[in-house]
C-alpha cells in the first residue's frame, strides 16, 4: 500500500511538471490555463488507478514483487544467508489487505469523508450567512452586500455576486471593473468547477501534490478572469489599480468560493502578468514548453505501478465462474502441507499452508482454460483435468521448473492435514532426527551429504555468502530446541562467539535435512 501511495506522488509529480510547462507555454499564448491543472488533477487520480503496462521500474526496495521467490516447497528449499535473505513479504496476494494497509486505508477513507463532510459543513455555513447579507443594486446589477466579505462569487446551485459595504461607495470604475471579474466568474462556472475540484481532492487527500495542484487551478482561475475581463474592454491600469485597492482593503474570505482577492504576493503576480508585454518568441516558447509537458505527460503514464509487470492484458482471457469452480478445491503437499484453491474475481487465490517461503496468498489470473499466471510472479500454474472436466493435478512451474506437482483431495483429507500441524505445533516435538540434522548443518561439509539434492545445489550457488556470514557469527558455543514455528518447522535458537541465529528446519522420515532457514 506504501508503495503504490509513493508511485501515485510520483505519477502526480510527473504530472505536476507538464502542468506547470503547459501553463507557462498557454501564458504566452495569453491562453486559458484553469483547464490544465483540471487536468492535472484527474490525471493524477485516475492515471495511478489505469496504468498495468509500464516501461519504467521503481527502485526495487519500493516493489512488492522485487526480488520475486521461487516457490519453495518441499523438496525445493534454500538457506538464506544475510545477504540473500528470503523475502518472505513478496510472495503476497495481489492486493491482499494486511494490518498496516488496512491501517493506511482507514485512514484515507476517515480523511475523504471529513473532506466531503467539511465541503458540505461549508456550503450550509455559507446559505446561513446568505440571509443577513441585504440586497442591493451596483452599476445596473444585482448583488449581495456583506458587511466583510468579498468581493466573490458565493453558492453552487444558483451563485450570486458579493460585495462588501465598503464597495458600494468606491468609484464607480472600481465597481464596473468587480462587477466584470465576478460576473466573469459567474460565465465560466467556476464555483462549480471548484467544487469539482474539492471533490477530486477528497478521493486523495494524502497526496500534497494533489493539494498544491489545487492551489495552482484556484490561482489559474483568477489569471483567466483578469485575461477576460482585459479582452472585455477594460482599462489595463484602472484595473490594476482596482486590484491593489480591493487587495489593501482585505476583506475577509468566503471559504473556497472564487473571489477577486488573494494574498498580497499573488495580486502583485497577476498585475506583473497583465502588464508583461508578448515576447515575439512567444510561439516558439510555448511550442518547446507544450513539448516539454507532452514529454513528462508520457513520463507519467509510463511509470512503473509497484508489484512487478502483470500479464500483458491480451494475453488475459476471462472465465466464467462455472471453469474456474472446476478448480476450486485442496491439493496435498505433505502430510502437514497443502494448497487451497478458491476463485475471486476473473482469477484463483492460491494458499499454501505450511510453507516459509509461501506466507501469504498468490493471486492468479486466467492465461487459458486450464493455465493460470501468478500475479507480480515469474510462475504460472496449470491444472491436469480427469474425463469429467475437473482439476485432478495442479503443476506449478517458476522460470520454467516444475516446483510442485500435487493430487488433489477432498475437504476430509484438508481438515486432517491441518489437524496434523496444529497437532505438531501444539506437542512441540522435534522432527525424528532433527538433533542429528542439526548438528549436520552446523558442521557445514561441503559435500552436502545428509542433505535433500536441491538443498545442497542452494547451499553450493551460496557457498560464498555463507562462509562470509559463518565467519561473522564464529564458532558454534551451544544450541536449545525452541519449539515448532507456525510452518512446522523445528526452530533452533544457536548461540555463537560473536551472535545467535535462528534455524528453522524439517527433516524427512528417512533423516534427510529437506528444508533448512537461517538468519540472525
Not at 4 to 26: D, G
Not at 147 to 175: C, F, K, M, S
Not at 290 to 305: H, I, R
Request: proline fraction near 6%.
Amino acid at each position: 500500500m506504501i508503495a503504490w501511495m509513493m508511485y501515485a506522488t510520483l505519477v502526480a509529480l510527473a504530472l505536476s511538471a507538464a502542468a506547470l510547462s503547459a501553463e507557462r507555454a498557454a501564458r504566452m499564448r495569453r491562453r486559458a490555463t484553469r483547464w490544465v491543472w483540471l487536468a492535472a488533477m484527474v490525471g493524477s487520480l485516475v492515471l495511478p488507478a489505469l496504468i498495468s503496462s509500464v516501461t519504467l521500474r521503481l527502485p526495487g526496495m519500493l516493489q512488492s514483487g522485487a526480488m520475486p521467490p521461487p516457490i519453495v516447497l518441499r523438496d525445493a528449499t534454500s538457506i538464506s544467508m544475510p545477504a540473500l535473505l528470503m523475502p518472505l513479504d513478496g510472495a503476497q496476494l495481489y492486493g491482499a489487505p494486511d494490518h498496516v494497509a488496512m491501517l493506511i486505508r482507514t485512514g484515507w477513507l476517515v480523511a475523504s469523508v471529513l473532506m466531503l463532510c467539511a465541503l458540505f459543513a461549508s456550503a450550509v455555513l455559507l446559505h446561513r450567512r446568505k440571509r443577513v447579507w441585504s440586497e442591493a443594486t451596483m452599476c445596473g446589477e444585482h448583488v449581495l452586500v456583506a458587511p466583510d466579505a468579498g468581493p466573490a462569487v458565493a453558492g453552487l446551485l444558483q451563485p450570486r455576486i458579493v460585495v462588501p459595504t465598503w464597495l458600494l461607495q468606491a468609484p464607480e470604475q472600481q465597481q464596473r471593473d468587480v462587477l466584470a471579474h465576478e460576473s466573469s466568474h459567474l460565465g465560466a462556472g467556476h464555483p462549480r468547477l471548484i467544487a469539482l475540484a474539492v471533490t477530486l481532492l477528497a478521493m486523495m487527500p494524502w497526496n500534497p501534490l494533489l493539494w498544491w495542484q489545487f492551489r495552482r487551478l484556484r490561482r489559474a482561475i483568477e489569471v483567466d478572469c483578469d485575461t477576460r475581463v482585459l479582452r472585455g474592454g477594460r482599462d489595463l491600469v484602472e484595473y490594476c489599480e482596482t486590484l491593489l485597492h480591493v487587495g489593501q482593503c482585505k476583506s475577509s474570505r468566503i471559504g473556497l468560493v472564487p473571489a477577486m482577492s488573494e494574498s498580497g504576493s499573488f495580486l502583485e503576480q497577476r498585475i506583473k502578468l497583465m502588464l508583461t508585454k508578448r515576447n515575439p518568441w512567444a510561439g516558439v516558447s510555448a511550442l518547446v514548453l507544450v513539448c516539454a509537458s507532452l514529454g513528462m505527460t508520457g513520463f507519467a503514464s509510463q511509470v512503473t505501478p509497484p508489484g512487478g509487470k502483470a500479464p500483458a492484458a491480451e494475453n488475459v482471457v476471462t472465465l466464467t465462474p462455472a471453469v474456474l469452480d472446476r478448480y476450486v478445491g485442496f491439493y496435498k503437499i505433505s502430510p502437514i502441507s497443502k494448497v487451497a484453491v478458491t476463485r475471486s474475481g476473473n482469477g484463483l487465490i492460491i494458499a499454501i499452508s505450511a510453507q516459509m517461503a509461501a506466507p501469504k496468498p498468490f493471486y492468479a489470473v486466467p492465461l487459458g482454460a486450464d493455465r493460470f499466471a501468478i500475479q507480480g510472479q515469474p510462475t504460472v500454474a496449470h491444472f491436469v483435468m480427469d474425463a469429467s472436466g475437473h482439476a485432478q493435478r495442479m503443476v506449478v512451474d517458476t522460470h520454467g521448473n516444475t516446483v510442485l506437482d500435487t493430487q488433489r483431495i477432498d475437504t476430509a483429507e484438508a481438515g486432517r492435514i491441518d489437524a496434523t500441524l496444529a497437532e505438531r505445533i501444539r506437542a512441540k516435538q522435534p522432527y525424528p532426527g532433527s538433533l542429528k540434522a542439526l548438528q549436520l548443518l552446523l558442521r557445514d561439509p561441503d559435500d552436502g551429504a545428509g542433505m535433500s539434492k536441491d538443498l545442497a545445489e542452494v547451499r553450493r550457488k551460496q557457498k560464498a555468502s555463507r562462509e562470509q556470514y559463518l565467519a561473522q557469527l564464529g564458532l558454534v558455543q551451544s544450541y536449545r530446541f525452541t519449539g515448532i514455528n507456525k510452518y512446522g518447522d523445528d526452530v533452533y535458537s544457536v548461540k555463537h562467539a560473536h551472535g545467535t541465529e535462528t534455524i528453522s528446519l524439517v527433516v524427512d522420515p528417512d533423516g534427510t535435512l529437506a528444508r533448512a532457514f537461517r538468519h540472525r
